[in-house]
């Protein structure tokens, strides 16, 4: 509501729009409202996408106290103060970034947002056609029945493996209470482009971020190829760090706890709960331990 005067005199602030502490040599300032704001906060965008969220964010210069237990970052999992700038979902109530955090390189693609209309697409990987039956994308000829006593499967066939993750059917919820319900269309850690699942090519490959060879279903975008369609949130980008369950030195993308100093590289992190192996019984699977 007031013209901001670019101060020419380096002071000591917290900048409205950032929230952080800095001694900017030139600050714009408004005199009447004590607002202060760093120089390179003023061409912030209003309305952007973020690799880390489904849904558009908005910056706002009053967050407010957003969930039970305070208002955390979605991307550096830090606390976020209520009375400084940054950007929330609309959708989701909880949901805040740090303005720094939203507009890193790594997370946003530069593409202003504010006027454009939001695109409505569905990204519903099926129809419910009845009850307990479905119709997905992956399979359109035929419609797909929950089957929800899984003990019945078995007694037909030996194994029957997921066609999404490749996992056994047996050591999972119903058949297509899971991986049925993966979207078409999906936000991922690794790029700012958005992910667009793929099926129905029995080629195996090997995914591009943990290495596993894997013929299920997969993310794609601008030529990566992801097998597993990771969603941790606390997924980093760091070098020389020693995964915690194989010991070996990673320098590449990580699954972290900060707080715990916990870190799995992503070959171990995808790895199944159970497995039947060749040397076990098939009635007892094998359970992966820590």
């Avoid at 078409?184 to 290495?211: H, N």
């Avoid at 601008?222 to 070996?248: D, H, K, L, W």
């Amino acid at each position: 509501k007031h013209p901001l005067s670019l101060f020419a005199s380096q002071i000591s602030f917290t900048c409205k729009r950032c929230g952080t502490k800095s001694d900017d040599p030139k600050p714009y300032i408004c005199v009447k409202c004590n607002f202060v704001v760093h120089g390179n906060c003023i061409g912030f965008p209003r309305i952007i996408n973020i690799n880390r969220h489904d849904h558009r964010i908005s910056f706002t210069y009053h967050p407010g106290r957003r969930g039970p237990r305070g208002t955390h970052c979605g991307f550096c999992w830090g606390a976020v103060s209520q009375y400084y700038g940054a950007y929330v979902c609309s959708v989701c109530p909880d949901y805040t970034v740090h303005s720094h955090c939203a507009v890193n390189i790594d997370v946003w693609n530069g593409v202003e947002l504010e006027g454009i209309p939001e695109k409505s697409e569905d990204i519903a990987p099926f129809k419910v056609v009845g009850h307990n039956l479905i119709r997905h994308f992956s399979h359109s000829k035929h419609t797909l029945r929950l089957l929800e006593d899984i003990v019945n499967i078995h007694d037909v066939y030996e194994c029957i493996r997921c066609d999404a993750c490749v996992s056994p059917v047996g050591f999972g919820p119903p058949i297509y209470a899971c991986c049925a319900n993966f979207p078409i269309e999906k936000r991922l850690v690794f790029r700012t482009a958005p992910y667009m699942l793929e099926c129905g090519d029995d080629a195996a490959i090997y995914c591009q971020m943990c290495g596993m060879l894997c013929d299920g279903f997969k993310y794609t975008s601008q030529g990566m190829y992801i097998a597993v369609p990771f969603q941790s949130r606390s997924f980093i980008t760091i070098t020389n760090i020693v995964c915690r369950a194989c010991e070996r030195l990673s320098n590449d993308n990580v699954f972290a706890c900060c707080v715990c100093n916990f870190f799995l590289c992503l070959y171990c992190a995808t790895l199944p709960e159970k497995i039947l192996h060749m040397s076990s019984d098939d009635e007892h699977p094998l359970t992966l331990y820590y």
